[in-house]
């Protein structure tokens, strides 16, 4: 594994963490819900009066945020080393994973394990270890 010492940014990682883990505890603390992505969005696709204006101011400030920050930094270009049909595996894959695993990497990873849920690491330890095999079969056995 080689590491791009150029592109090394502690720092901005370390205040988008802290901002992250502010909004999950405000949320939780003043709304009394988890901030889970596909909870929000899976509670979008089945309406529940009462239940769906937050859920879309939720899911505009997830969109909207990195337009904001465009406003006043240049946005990083991504990379991406995949065709279109292993990304759509890879989303198809992930949707049926957080459906079985009954949350996702913001609701396990960062909310339950923050909570200290048992549930939340050992779900989160089965999706990072899914994942690390994933990338390590795909990258170094099959060469994609």
Excluded: E
């Amino acid at each position: 594994m080689l590491i791009d010492w150029n592109a090394f940014t502690p720092w901005p990682a370390l205040a988008g963490g802290v901002l992250i883990g502010v909004a999950a505890a405000m949320f939780v603390l003043l709304n009394g819900r988890i901030a889970g992505i596909s909870g929000v969005i899976g509670g979008l696709l089945r309406y529940a009066k009462g239940d769906t204006l937050w859920r879309v101011a939720f899911v505009l400030g997830l969109l909207g945020a990195p337009l904001l920050y465009a406003l006043f930094a240049t946005l990083p270009r991504p990379q991406i080393d995949a065709g279109y049909g292993a990304l759509i595996a890879a989303g198809l894959l992930v949707g049926i994973g957080t459906r079985y695993g009954a949350g996702c990497t913001s609701g396990h990873g960062v909310c339950g394990l923050s909570r200290l849920s048992p549930r939340s690491l050992i779900a989160t330890v089965t999706f990072m270890a899914a994942g690390f095999i994933t990338v390590y079969g795909f990258r170094h056995l099959t060469g994609f």
